[in-house]
């Protein structure tokens, strides 16, 4: 029954549902920079919470962390970024378009021939994805700083503090939600690819001999986590990294994809960083990160670090993508987003079913009791019909309706979005009905 959307329907939608805007638009926009409109905002913050609240309030073994986006430059030193950082660049002297080596067929490489007009293409070169920037009012090399092109590092920088302020044992986990920068040589896909974007990472510390168990624990988890966001599974799959795709600091790495309407493509990594940035940060701040670990007779070692690294922006598209649906009623064609009720912008739509005879004043006490608890919206315009439709396209799971019985008898109409079956529930028992709702939703397959 699912219609999967094309990219062009969903930036649409996005656009005309104040989702997603493109980023400066009057100014003829940024090239893949884009900016979260009432709804997008809502969405994303949803998708944020749902991680944040399954990484850390649902784990006693997890704390949470936010460290600044600019950082001792030495840090990007210390992590390898300023020396592997980089993807290989190739230019097509005749349509000038830009690539990157590993993203194009093979065959063009080798006859260096541009995949779109079979112009002339440069040699690769190293390009570094890091934004550089300087701090203070002189550009001189001592000032240099860097955008952080992963969130990864403040979590690293922080073990010591984290392990003596907040008597973290190992094996342990540091959470952090925050903005990273990549000088992307292609963006494309709306925000799948973009050069500002967020991350949702979790850095597990371990001893060195856990490895193997806790990869294949956070592997699972994470991927189960898709799920428990309404995520349908035939769309999501496993990738195992190569010996050629392997980061610089990776021993074993699978990414989580998901099929996005242009294909098969990352969403999350599950790496194991082994030691390495510890180890790489101790020799490079001269300073002890080692841990003793006494649970195991007071041994003394650097903790191997099993990451798990999620896009949030990234994952508000996945959410967009798989939520979107198209059904009939009526004879007429429904725009519905299948969003999971946790995740929706407006959890509840209050609606007189008309204006007159004190319906509105009835629905507005209602809306104003309800959104203590959840994310409502009141409408009173047009016909009935067209109001739902306007809920469904924003995924809105709950609809209540004040009707002329809803005077005598304290009743109003919920309306489910997925089934548009519509139940008589006492105005007294709405607030407990939706969350039970909510706690049992299950997406129709
Ligand atoms: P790629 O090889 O596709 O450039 P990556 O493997 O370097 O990506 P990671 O460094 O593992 O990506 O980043 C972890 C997660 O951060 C990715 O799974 C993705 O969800 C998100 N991410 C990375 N780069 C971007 C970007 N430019 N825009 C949006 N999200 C991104």
Same mark, same amino acid.
């Given at each position: 029954?699912?219609?999967?959307?094309?990219?062009?329907?969903?930036?649409?939608?996005?656009?005309?549902?104040?989702?997603?805007?493109?980023?400066?638009?009057?100014?003829?926009?940024? +090239?893949?920079?884009?900016?979260?409109?009432?709804?997008?905002?809502?969405?994303?913050?949803?998708?944020?919470?749902?991680?944040?609240?399954?990484?850390?309030?649902?784990?006693?073994?997890?704390?949470?962390?936010?460290?600044?986006?600019?950082?001792?430059?030495?840090?990007?030193?210390?992590?390898?970024?300023?020396?592997?950082?980089?993807?290989?660049?190739?230019?097509?002297?005749?349509? $000038?378009?830009?690539?990157?080596?590993?993203?194009?067929?093979?065959?063009?490489?080798?006859?260096?021939?541009?995949?779109?007009?079979?112009?002339?293409?440069?040699?690769?070169?190293?390009?570094?994805? !890091?934004?550089?920037?300087?701090?203070?009012?002189?550009?001189?090399?001592?000032?240099?700083?860097?955008?952080?092109?992963?969130?990864?590092?403040?979590?690293?920088?922080?073990? $010591?503090?984290?392990?003596?302020?907040?008597?973290?044992?190992?094996?342990?986990?540091?959470?952090?939600?925050?903005?990273?920068?990549?000088?992307?040589?292609?963006? $494309?896909?709306?925000?799948?690819?973009?050069?500002?974007?967020?991350?949702?990472?979790?850095?597990?510390?371990?001893?060195? #001999?856990?490895?193997? $168990?806790?990869?294949?624990?956070?592997?699972?988890?994470?991927?189960?986590?898709?799920?428990?966001?309404?995520?349908?599974?035939?769309?999501?799959?496993?990738?195992?990294?190569?010996?050629?795709?392997?980061? @610089?600091?990776?021993?074993?790495?699978?990414?989580?994809?998901?099929?996005?309407?242009?294909?098969?493509?990352?969403?999350?990594?599950?790496?194991?960083?082994?030691?390495? /940035?510890?180890?790489?940060?101790?020799?490079?701040?001269?300073?002890?990160?080692?841990?003793?670990?006494?649970?195991?007779?007071?041994?003394?070692?650097?903790?191997?670090?099993?990451?798990? #690294?999620?896009?949030?922006?990234?994952?508000?598209?996945?959410?967009?993508?798989?939520?979107? /649906?198209?059904?009939?009623?009526?004879?007429?064609?429904?725009?519905?987003?299948?969003?999971?009720?946790?995740?929706?912008?407006?959890?509840?739509?209050?609606?007189?079913?008309?204006?007159?005879?004190?319906?509105?004043?009835?629905?507005?006490?209602?809306?104003?009791?309800?959104? @203590?608890?959840?994310?409502?919206?009141?409408?009173?315009?047009?016909?009935?019909?067209?109001?739902?439709?306007?809920?469904?396209?924003?995924?809105?799971?709950?609809?209540?309706?004040?009707?002329?019985?809803?005077?005598?008898?304290?009743?109003?109409?919920?309306?489910?979005?997925?089934? !548009?079956?519509?139940?008589?529930?006492?105005? +007294?028992?709405?607030?407990?009905?939706?969350?039970?709702?909510?706690?049992?939703?299950?997406?129709?397959?």
């Amino acid at each position: 029954m699912s219609s999967a959307a094309s990219m062009e329907t969903l930036v649409s939608l996005c656009k005309r549902r104040g989702f997603i805007y493109q980023s400066s638009e009057i100014y003829g926009g940024l +090239a893949s920079a884009w900016d979260y409109g009432p709804m997008g905002v809502e969405l994303k913050n949803r998708v944020q919470n749902f991680w944040w609240r399954e990484m850390t309030q649902l784990h006693d073994d997890i704390v949470g962390l936010d460290a600044s986006i600019l950082m001792h430059p030495r840090v990007w030193e210390a992590s390898g970024h300023v020396e592997n950082f980089t993807d290989p660049l190739v230019d097509c002297k005749k349509c $000038k378009q830009r690539f990157r080596a590993d993203q194009i067929p093979a065959e063009n490489m080798i006859s260096h021939k541009c995949p779109e007009c079979g112009g002339e293409l440069t040699d690769p070169r190293q390009f570094n994805l !890091m934004f550089k920037t300087h701090i203070g009012p002189v550009e001189s090399e001592g000032s240099v700083v860097y955008l952080r092109p992963e969130t990864a590092q403040g979590i690293y920088v922080n073990f $010591k503090n984290v392990v003596q302020t907040a008597r973290m044992r190992i094996p342990f986990g540091i959470a952090q939600v925050g903005k990273a920068f990549r000088n992307e040589i292609t963006t $494309k896909n709306f925000i799948f690819r973009t050069c500002e974007f967020e991350q949702m990472e979790m850095q597990f510390f371990i001893h060195p #001999s856990d490895d193997q $168990k806790y990869f294949e624990q956070w592997k699972q988890e994470r991927f189960d986590f898709y799920k428990r966001m309404g995520i349908r599974e035939s769309r999501l799959r496993f990738h195992q990294h190569g010996p050629d795709e392997l980061a @610089h600091y990776a021993k074993i790495a699978f990414d989580i994809q998901y099929e996005f309407p242009f294909g098969w493509k990352e969403l999350e990594g599950i790496h194991n960083r082994t030691d390495y /940035d510890l180890r790489r940060h101790m020799e490079y701040s001269k300073k002890d990160l080692t841990y003793l670990d006494d649970l195991r007779e007071g041994e003394r070692y650097i903790p191997y670090v099993i990451e798990t #690294s999620a896009g949030l922006t990234r994952t508000v598209l996945t959410v967009l993508a798989d939520a979107y /649906d198209e059904d009939e009623v009526e004879g007429e064609k429904r725009v519905v987003m299948r969003l999971h009720p946790e995740l929706a912008p407006i959890t509840v739509g209050v609606f007189p079913l008309v204006k007159k005879d004190g319906l509105a004043e009835m629905a507005r006490e209602i809306e104003r009791d309800l959104r @203590h608890e959840y994310a409502t919206f009141y409408d009173q315009g047009g016909a009935i019909g067209r109001r739902y439709r306007r809920q469904d396209e924003i995924g809105t799971p709950f609809g209540v309706t004040v009707d002329y019985q809803s005077k005598e008898d304290r009743t109003v109409t919920l309306r489910y979005r997925d089934s !548009m079956e519509q139940v008589r529930v006492p105005i +007294a028992q709405l607030s407990e009905t939706i969350r039970r709702a909510v706690r049992e939703y299950r997406r129709p397959t």
